[in-house]
């Protein structure tokens, strides 16, 4: 009788894993306790051991990820035993599996050295394992037409179909974040700017990173009705009713919001984002992230996978949240906070810079650090 | 039997003027680093050495063995001073110094205890190329605390080895009376390894050679080891100027001094030109160094 | 296939029977039981009177064998486990150094050999890397074969061109591996010095430049062969230099070989800090400052206790999972 080697459940935030490497062929001995294969989750590699002595059969190519009790390889006594794949089958169907994309490490090394984004370029050459001399003909291509810039610029572009070729974003707000705004723009072929509107009368006719601020907000139905502008990003973050009432009006009227988001931020698989984010460099939304609407999110924050973000909510940079933490609508967090696994925070908190959650947060509640006190005196 | 005894006598006083020069260079500022005297444990090396013969026969010794050396290869005096001057006309180049000595078949180190086990794959090397020849190491009192020499007894014991050792018992570590060293005698320990020993006044120059020459005479027959303790006493200071004993028991132990237990046994006309003989060599010897 | 324990037999078997000087001395080293790792089993059934199986007293057997080298024999003393190696210190670093140093016209020809390294479960104190405490003894050279080396043509070469001690380390897990030689993914060429020592120089890749210089010696070679294997389907090409000689710094050796890749890692199984990786990485940040990449990885085992439990064991030492992780993270700075 053969014994099923399945796919164990490594830890509680994740039900599934990826097969990366069987340690031995097809056909091989193996000992009881010795490792067989090597099975990868978010947070580690990790050897899987034999149960019993006996011949390996594989089942299930490396590579993929499988969810956890899915039978991945048999462990059989003699070479003839024939092995039941059906039965083993249906136990994982249930959830169609991850492909993931394929290349060498090589290439993901000088993918990362040359700014690729090596999804984006997967999916350009589908069915192509994407080796060294891939990337740098892409890298060739690149730098002797500049125009064609295919591949070295991810964006949700191939995510989102808007079905225009060139998205033009109005910019609502003229202070620093407009210019973070023009800033990721300039690197993104798939949106430009049209200009900037600012409540402060004195910001008019004034130049933002060579863009103009055209107006106050007023400005905002006329440019829509004679087509001037596409969509509409927010950088308005002071008060975070006001950043929510800015959307929610203009969304009333049909006008829709973009999402900004800067080619260095990592958008992993089976993320969902809706309308009106703005993400800046170095971020990192990891697998199964649900981000809802207008939300800003500053350089290098990072949603662990799993975690649930409502709307109008701010993010100061590098903050963190571990896996699987809810956070409802206008919350605010300063710089570098840092939120434990399944954490909840409620509507309208706000989290001071530099603290570490570690506790549910409820609705309307300020959290801060003790404040840094002088323990002596230099001299 | 007189002309053994002017024998003995000329090479402990030898040995005694060289280190006293030694001492008197060392206070002038001629000398670097340290030196270990034996005055008053003369006899050990003269008695012991002399029943060896040196063709054949090895010493291993210690950080105090000028006496030793001399005793052993006399012809390589002037090699041995330079040595511990720092020359690189010195036996081993200048590096060696005072305690790290080498001529044919004589070879000092200052560990203490750890020429014994060296001397035990000598003696072993001895036995395997049939040479007859024996392997004397040559420990203090103090070092007998060192657990490296127990090995070495249990092999050359297991072995049957021609290993000789001798503990030169001259009642001081360093500043340390053995009796603070030691929980037990030191003649009660190879015995107890199966190494037969015997004991003697290591101050009676005669008493060590004639056993020392006995003992040599039976290993050379059997090849196994054997231990002799000398009980002497080292009336010069450990290195120098390192000395917290007191003068009455200094001076209870001048009385014993080998030197002068020869110098009854001697006519006096003999004693003064074997003083001047020594003393010429020694000032012969600072004249070729360029030393007043 | 030959072994490297096997290689290692036939070595001394050719020295006993071609030598007369060698004589072979440690603890249990005698037939029928041959030595805890079998090296010497056979040999004094084959050699009357040439192996001596001494008293369990690692200081005074290293003395005695200084004694035999001082006299015109050529001994080769087997440490048990190389972690009984302190216990020789003295006689290594005080004596049988000292001899062939500061007298005059005194060779000691000494090889001491000893198995090191963890991954058996020996627990703490029969599974560490202690060679790295004698690094740096001046006189005292330090070879350690890899399994890409033949241990038994080096031992042969010891004696006949060494007449000062010698650490001969050898590596447990070795034992039973297959001698590495050059497969379609692997090419292994073996640079020889003037004193006739090999370094391994290993390629996972036959066209191109490589992208990173992996240093390394003695027992971390059975890693290598897996991979650089995995690797070259990877397309990360390496070149593994793998000295045989450690101890004095085979640095002219290595020096072209991180010149000419610019990115390096040094792995070595001792503890972390103060040890051959770190001392070799000084030195080549010395000869190549400016020439690299970007800082140089060493990578080693824990600075702490090698546990006996397997899951514990296997976090604190070395291991090919942790190479591999230095590779990328070296081969990722930009």
Redesign the interface.
């Known amino acids: 009788m053969a014994i099923t080697i399945s796919m164990p459940l490594l830890n509680v935030n994740d039900d599934s894993a990826i097969l990366v ?1 069987w340690l031995y062929p097809e056909g091989a001995m193996v000992n009881k306790d010795e490792a067989i294969c090597i099975v990868e989750t978010t947070k580690s ?1 990790v050897d899987l051991y034999a149960e019993a002595n006996g011949i390996l059969r594989h089942l299930s190519p490396t590579g993929i990820a499988y969810k956890t009790g899915t039978v991945i390889g048999f462990l059989t006594q003699s070479v003839e035993e024939e092995v039941s794949v059906l039965d083993a089958v249906v136990e994982t169907t249930e959830n169609p599996t991850v492909i993931t994309p394929k290349w ?4 993901q ?1 000088l993918a ?2 040359f700014g690729i984004d090596l999804n984006l370029l997967a999916a350009q050459y589908p069915d192509v394992s994407i ?2 001399e891939l990337i740098k003909q892409v890298v060739a291509q690149h730098q002797s037409t500049p125009s064609a810039e295919i591949a070295i610029e991810p964006s949700l572009q191939h995510q989102h179909s808007w079905g225009i070729t060139q998205e033009r974003i109005l910019i609502l707000g003229g202070g620093g974040g407009a210019a973070l705004v023009l800033d990721i723009l300039s690197s993104i072929a798939s949106q430009t700017a049209i200009g900037v509107l600012d409540n402060n009368s004195s910001l008019v006719g004034a130049k933002i990173l060579g863009t103009d601020v055209l107006g106050d907000f007023s400005l905002v139905m006329q440019l829509w009705q004679e087509k001037k502008f596409d969509s509409l990003i927010s950088t308005v973050v002071r008060d975070i009713d006001d950043r929510a009432a800015i959307f929610e009006r203009f969304t009333q009227l049909g006008i829709p919001f973009a999402n900004v988001i800067a080619p260095s931020v990592a958008i992993r698989q089976n993320v969902k984002i809706g309308t009106g984010n703005l993400i800046v460099h170095g971020g990192y939304i990891a697998t199964g992230v649900h981000l809802g609407n207008n939300n800003f999110l500053a350089a290098g924050t990072y949603i662990e996978h799993h975690s649930v973000i409502g709307n109008h909510c701010t993010f100061g940079p590098r903050t963190s949240l571990s896996g699987r933490v809810t956070v409802a609508d206008r919350v605010k967090f300063g710089t570098q906070v840092a939120v434990e696994p399944f954490i909840e925070i409620g509507t309208k908190s706000v989290v001071a810079s530099g603290v570490v959650l570690t506790s549910h947060v409820p609705a309307h509640s300020i959290v801060k650090n003790t404040t840094s006190v002088v323990i002596r005196h230099a001299r | 039997m007189s002309a053994q005894l002017e024998f003995f006598y000329e090479k402990m006083l030898l040995i005694r003027t060289f280190e006293e020069t030694l001492l008197r260079l060392f206070s002038q500022g001629y000398l670097r680093g340290t030196v270990h005297t034996c005055i008053g444990q003369e006899a050990c090396a003269v008695g012991i050495i002399a029943a060896l013969n040196s063709e054949q026969d ?1 010493v291993c010794s210690n950080h105090r063995g000028h006496g030793h050396f001399l005793m052993f290869s006399e012809q390589n005096m002037y090699g041995l001073f330079a040595e511990i001057l720092g020359l690189e006309s010195g ?3 200048g ?2 110094g005072s305690q ?1 000595l ?1 001529v044919t078949n004589f ?1 000092s ?3 203490l205890g ?13 036995k ?2 049939k040479e007859n020849a024996i ?1 004397v190491v040559f420990v203090g009192d103090g070092a007998m605390a060192e ?2 020499i127990y ?2 007894l ?2 050359a014991a ?2 049957q080895l021609p290993l000789l050792l001798v503990v030169e018992q001259n009642q001081i570590a360093q500043s340390t009376p053995w009796t603070l060293e030691h929980g037990s005698i030191i003649e009660d320990r190879s015995p107890a390894f199966g190494v037969p020993r015997i004991a003697v006044d290591g101050n009676h120059v005669e008493s060590v050679y004639n056993t020392a020459k006995e003992l040599i005479t039976q290993m050379r027959i059997d090849n196994a080891p054997r231990c002799l303790v000398l009980h002497t006493y080292r009336l010069g200071p450990h290195s120098k100027g390192d000395d917290q004993r007191s003068s009455t028991e200094l001076a209870m132990n001048q009385e014993k001094d080998p030197l002068k237990q020869l110098e009854i046994l001697l006519t006096q006309q003999i004693v003064t030109h074997i003083k001047m003989r020594c003393q010429k060599r020694i000032s012969d010897m600072l004249t070729h160094f360029l030393i007043s | 296939m030959p072994t490297y324990l096997k290689e290692l037999q036939q070595g001394l078997f050719t020295l006993l029977t071609n030598d007369q000087r060698i ?1 072979l001395l440690g603890e249990d080293i005698i037939d029928p039981y041959g030595g805890a790792f079998k090296v010497t089993a056979g040999l004094s059934t084959q050699f009357p009177g040439r192996l ?1 199986t ?2 369990i ?1 690692e ?15 050529v ?1 080769i003393l087997e440490i048990m486990f190389g972690d009984f190696l302190t216990l020789c210190a ?2 290594i670093i ?2 049988a150094t ?2 062939s ?4 016209a ?1 060779s000691c020809p000494l090889i001491i050999r000893s198995p090191m390294g963890g991954g058996r479960g020996y627990g703490p104190t029969h599974s560490q890397s202690l060679e790295k405490l004698f690094l740096g003894t001046p006189h005292l050279k330090i070879i350690s074969p890899s399994n890409f080396h033949n241990p038994g043509r080096t031992i042969q070469q010891i004696v006949q061109y060494e007449s000062n001690p010698v650490l001969f380390i050898e590596h447990k897990l070795l034992y039973s591996e297959f001698l590495q030689v050059s497969n379609e993914i692997i090419h292994v060429n073996l640079q020889s010095s003037e004193e006739g020592y090999h370094t391994a120089i290993i390629k996972n890749y036959t066209v191109g430049n490589p ?1 990173l210089c992996l240093i390394s010696y003695g027992g971390t070679s059975r890693f290598l062969p897996k991979l650089l294997t ?2 070259a ?5 390496i070149i593994a230099v793998l000295p045989e000689v450690i101890d004095p710094a085979p640095i002219d050796i290595l020096v072209p070989y991180a010149a000419a890749a610019r990115r390096v890692v040094i792995a070595e199984e001792s503890t972390a800090d103060f040890g051959w990786a770190v001392g070799i990485a000084g030195m080549l940040y010395e000869k190549l400052w400016k020439q690299l990449d970007c800082p140089i990885k060493v990578v080693t085992s824990e600075r702490c206790v090698i546990p006996t439990a397997s899951e514990q064991e296997k976090e604190v030492l070395i291991s090919a ?1 942790k190479i591999e992780n230095a590779i ?1 993270e070296v ?2 700075w ?1």
């Open positions: 490497r590699a060498t490490r090589k290439a090394i990362q050295r080796t060294e | 090895t036996i081993c180049n590096k060696g790290h080498h070879y180190n200052g560990i750890g020429m014994v086990p060296v001397a035990t794959g000598i003696a072993l090397a001895h395997l190329k392997s657990g490296i090995e070495s249990n092999m297991l072995w | 004589i001596i001494t008293p007293a200081a005074g057997i290293t003395g005695v064998a200084v004694g035999l080298a001082l006299r015109g024999y001994p003295d006689q005080n004596h000292k001899f140093s500061m007298y005059s005194v992208d995995d690797l389907v990877e397309e990360v090409r999972l990328m081969l990722s930009l």
